[in-house]
């Protein structure tokens, strides 16, 4: 089992900057990437990125890209999601999810979720 917890979101105005954190504990040696999604009010929750845990190669979703950048200390066992340019319709509850097996763009393909953490960018 991996526990995943986040922090770090709460309000900002549009074109601010956020850092979001994911620690994780438990089995985290069985992790091979940790992802970030989303998911805003009557949506479905979505990707927004990636990053493997023992290599950081991350991928990120074409709506954040350029503005959104992964990193992890492995030695804190925390993913940190850095985010810039923030627009309105980045507003969401973010989740960070963990998987062992491979690297994913969709919620099936992660084992491991934490309880995610609100993000509101007001206009």
């Known amino acids: 089992q991996v526990q995943l917890v986040e922090s770090g979101g709460g309000l900002v105005q549009a074109g601010g900057s956020l850092r979001l954190s994911c620690a994780a504990s438990?089995?985290?040696?069985?992790?091979?990437?940790v992802g970030w999604f989303r998911q805003a009010p009557g949506k479905e929750r979505e990707f927004v990125g990636y990053?493997?845990?023992?290599?950081?190669?991350?991928d990120y979703a074409d709506s954040v890209k350029g503005r959104f950048t992964l990193s992890r200390d492995n030695a804190k066992n925390t993913v940190y999601l850095q985010m810039i340019s923030l627009k309105v319709e980045d507003t969401a509850v973010y989740y960070c999810a963990a998987t062992a097996l491979r690297i994913g763009v969709r919620r099936d393909e992660y084992e491991f979720w934490g309880q995610g953490t609100q993000v509101t960018v007001s206009s």
């Open positions: 438990g089995r985290t040696f069985s992790t091979y990437a």
């Open positions: 990053i493997t845990w023992r290599f950081g190669v991350a």
